[in-house]
């Protein structure tokens, strides 16, 4: 009986010597990256409990770290799209100057306060010249197409408003209006009149309308 047990029991302890043996002889392979995802050798409790927490920390920090690169990008590529809205709105009020310019010298060069009177006083009508004019009698000396009886009622009227004239009154305003009504009958007799005399006689009733916006002189001409 003795000897049975002495056998077994050196029979267990060969078993228990060979699996020590066993075990001592396993090399751990390198620590696997975070997160872990399995591990080739036993733990306790408090490894497994310490490894948790770690890894929990671990991930954690990662995360924050990761937060923060986000929303530095985020910044990142707002600062870049609102240089890209200034750069485009600088753009496109240099391409507004751009144009500006360069219809400014299409035009040439913008006129001067003094050209702008210059050019007004040029489109404006030429007043009486002397003889068409009698300052002493204040009175109008007609070319002869006015002088046939086709424009005796305005001519007449008109002589007897200019020796009542004493200034721009008006006495001006009813001979400017009875001279544009010769302007008229002009135009229905331009075929009986020489073009010559047409121009001439059209001319001077657009001076003598002209003229009536001035007081008269006393030196032949009308003077303001």
């Known amino acids: 009986m003795k000897t049975t047990i002495t056998s077994l029991t050196l029979v267990a302890l060969a078993l228990v ?32 409990i310490g490894r948790g927490g770690a890894d929990f920390f671990r991930g954690v920090g990662e995360a924050t770290y990761n937060t923060s690169l986000a929303m530095i990008n985020g910044q990142e590529a707002y600062s870049r799209y609102l240089d890209n809205r200034l750069k485009a709105t600088a753009t496109y009020f240099d391409m507004r100057k751009l144009n500006r310019e360069a219809r400014a010298e299409e035009r040439g060069q913008r006129p001067t306060q003094e050209d702008l009177i210059r050019y007004a006083k040029m489109r404006n009508p030429e007043r009486l010249a002397a003889f068409n004019f009698d300052a002493a009698r204040n009175a109008i000396v007609w070319p002869a197409v006015f002088q046939h009886e086709y424009f005796a009622e305005e001519r007449e009227a008109i002589d007897r408003l200019m020796a009542e004239r004493g200034g721009a009154g008006p006495e001006s305003r009813e001979v400017q209006l009875l001279a544009a009504q010769m302007v008229e009958k002009l135009r229905l007799v331009v075929h009986n009149v020489q073009p010559g005399e047409y121009a001439a006689a059209k001319k001077f009733l657009v001076s003598l309308q002209f003229e009536m916006n001035f007081a008269p002189g006393a030196t032949g001409i009308a003077a303001r």
Do not use: D, K, M
């Open 17 to 48: 010597a060979g699996s020590a043996s066993a075990q001592s002889s396993f090399t751990p392979g390198p620590p696997a990256q975070s997160p872990p995802v399995a591990y080739r050798h036993a733990s306790t409790l408090e490894e497994g």
